[in-house]
Structure formats: C-alpha cells, structure tokens
C-alpha cells in the first residue's frame, strides 16, 4: 500500500533523472557524429559514429599537456583546501578564543561575495609575483576556501566531545588531539569536501582562461574553449574533448559517491 502511494514521487524522480542525464548523452552522440549531422536540423539521433573527432582533439589542442595542469591544479587545490580548511574549521569548532565568533562571520561574508569580484585583485597579485603563464598561477588562489571552513566546522561539531577530552587528560595538546584523533575521525567529511573540491577545481574555467594565455599554460576547461571559432564551431571535435576530460571527474564520483553521501548526510545533522 506504502509503495503504490510513492509512485508520483518516482514519477517526478524519474523526470528529473532523465532531463539530468540528457545532456550528457547528448554529448556522447554529438562526439560520435560528423559536423554535417551535428547541425542538421531536425536532429540527428543515431551518430554515424566517426571516432577520428577524438583524434581532431589530440591534433587540434595539447591535450596532454593541458591535462596534465589540470591534475596539478585540482591536486594540489584539493590537498592545500583539505589540510587548510580543517585545521580553520577545528580551531572554529573546539576551540575557545576572543572574537572566534566575529572572525567567523566575516569569513562567511565572503560566501555572500560573488567570485567574479576576486579575479581582478588575484589577478594583480600573481601578476605582482612575476607568476603569469605559470603552473603555479592556476592553484595559488584556489588553495583555501571559506565554504569548506564551514562545511568541515559543522562535520567537527557533530563529533562527541568526550573522545576529545579524553585526548587532554592523556595530555595531548590541540594540534595532536587534531591531528591523531580528530581528523580520522572527519574521514567522510574530508572526502566529501575533497570530492566537491576536485568536480569545482576540474572545471574551472574563468581564472585558468585569464591567468594564462599559452596553450601549453592552460588547462582542459580553458583549452576546449578555444575550438570554438569564431564564424564556425566544430561541435562533434568540441564534444569529443569534453567528453575525455568528463571522464576522470564521473570515474571519481562514481567510486567515492557513497562516501561523499555519507559525509554531506552528517554535516548537515548538525
């Protein structure tokens, strides 16, 4: 009786699902079509499968290279924001000093700032440390972020405070108790913010597009940018190459995706 009440409920889900995944099979068929069926109108469906559009990619862009800089950036975004976010978000969680509350909400201020307003200020400083066109350009500004203090607070406040009382009596001070017993236990809130920190790093294309101008410099997102011409894009070659550098990013999602159910399911109870 339950079940037969709930079908709306699949029905609806069911829509969403279908309208989400669309467009990802979309691509799939645009990459595996010529540039005649791709702007045939109506739609060509079924692709006549033409695999040298990935092979346009490879002539048309260095891919490896810019895929290489990708895994650069999101690695060393992913693993600078890990280590500096908790320890920000243990020290806004466990421990008592003056103002702990007032620097928090500034720092939660600059949620409520767009993005866009930091590139020209960034942009300046990198530009001021001689590091334009540079590896390190893609990553410095990306290495701390205020939504993964707050995320990973709201993990550390969920945790039982008896285990880190019992780390004191054994005398260990705030950097052990985070480090040896805090921290693994902040496992699925680690992975599901490092999760989100690689799909944002990996896709990011307004500051790799501004900060370098070589093509050898830039990063997949920045550098399938520029198969689109100016008069006439070569959308099957276009889909292709989005398509190689999607894949990375769904393998990881698919593999840790109960981790980071788990880890946002428990952030959000507290």
């Known amino acids: 009786m339950r079940s037969g009440r709930l079908w709306p409920v699949h029905v609806v ?19 595996l079509k010529t540039f005649t069926e791709s702007t045939r109108v109506p739609p060509v469906w079924v692709p006549s ?4 559009n990935f092979a346009e990619v490879w002539n048309s862009t260095p891919f490896v290279r810019q895929f290489a800089n990708t895994v650069v950036m999101t690695v060393v975004r992913t693993l600078a924001q890990l280590l500096f976010c908790s320890l920000a978000a243990y020290a806004f969680a466990r421990l008592r000093f003056p103002g702990r509350n007032a620097v928090f909400v500034v720092l939660l201020s600059v949620l409520m700032v767009p993005d866009q307003l930091f590139l020209i200020p ?47 009596l054994d005398g260990a001070n705030p950097l052990r108790i985070f480090w040896s017993v805090m921290l693994p236990l902040a496992r ?3 992975i599901a913010f490092g999760v989100l920190t690689v799909l944002w790093s990996w896709k990011d294309l307004m500051w790799p597009l501004i900060v370098n101008t070589e093509p050898e410099k830039m990063t997949l997102s920045a550098g399938l940018s520029a198969l689109q011409g100016e008069h006439v894009t070569e959308y099957p070659v276009l889909m292709a190459g989005s398509l190689m550098a ?13 981790q980071l159910i788990a880890g946002i399911a428990f952030t959000g109870s507290k």
């Open 49 to 52: 499968f033409a695999w040298s």
């Open 13 to 31: 889900l069911a829509v969403g699902a279908a309208a989400m995944v669309l467009p990802f099979v979309w691509e799939v068929l645009t990459a």
């Open 122 to 168: 960034q942009y300046q400083i990198v530009q001021g440390l001689g590091l334009l066109n540079t590896l390190p350009a893609l990553f410095l500004p990306g290495m701390f972020s205020a939504f993964g203090t707050f995320m990973l607070r709201q993990f550390f406040l969920g945790l039982p405070d008896e285990i880190e009382e019992a780390a004191r």
């Open 188 to 190: 699925p809130g680690l």
């Open 246 to 258: 999607t894949l990375p990013v769904i393998v990881i999602f698919v593999v840790l995706q109960r």
